[in-house]
């Protein structure tokens, strides 16, 4: 997730977690009010320290869960998942491998012989399309395979 994703992603957790502004919540936090505020409009690297800070104040997330989204910690093991989400949403590991997969499987195809219909090769528009259709696969069958294979001890 990039800084500008984050920064909305935070903003949200902010205001559902009750923060009508980022200064009260910096104020329960004890992190700045500047800080808050260049976290939440992607100009800020949040540090470790921060986010340790922050995490207890917001709703339905850990500290773990925002290192994860900042690229401090990979999402190696399963995590019990907070109120609200399901155990088998997709994770940014998870959508990470589904990016690489679907690089790795539109290269492979990138011959204009794997790429047609009829003998016609494809137009980009319908390349486009093609592409989403896959990487829709891609989410539907991990999703299913998350569903299918997670331990009942992760499950909800």
Known sequence: MNLKEFGIYFAKLREQSGYRSQRELALKSGVSH?????????????TPENLKALAPHLKDVDTDDLMRAMGYLENEEPIKPSSGS???NL????????????????ADL??????????????????R??????????RLARELSKKKFTPNKYRD
């Open 34 to 46: 500047s800080t808050v505020n260049r976290i939440e409009s992607g100009t800020h690297k949040v």
């Open 86 to 88: 399901k155990y088998y």
């Open 91 to 106: 994770t940014n590991k998870d959508e990470k491998d589904i990016g690489k997969d679907l690089e790795r499987m539109l």
């Open 110 to 127: 990138e011959s204009n012989e794997a790429l047609a219909f009829n003998g016609e090769p494809m137009d980009e528009e319908t390349k």
């Open 129 to 138: 399309l093609f592409a989403i259709s896959l990487e829709n696969s891609l």
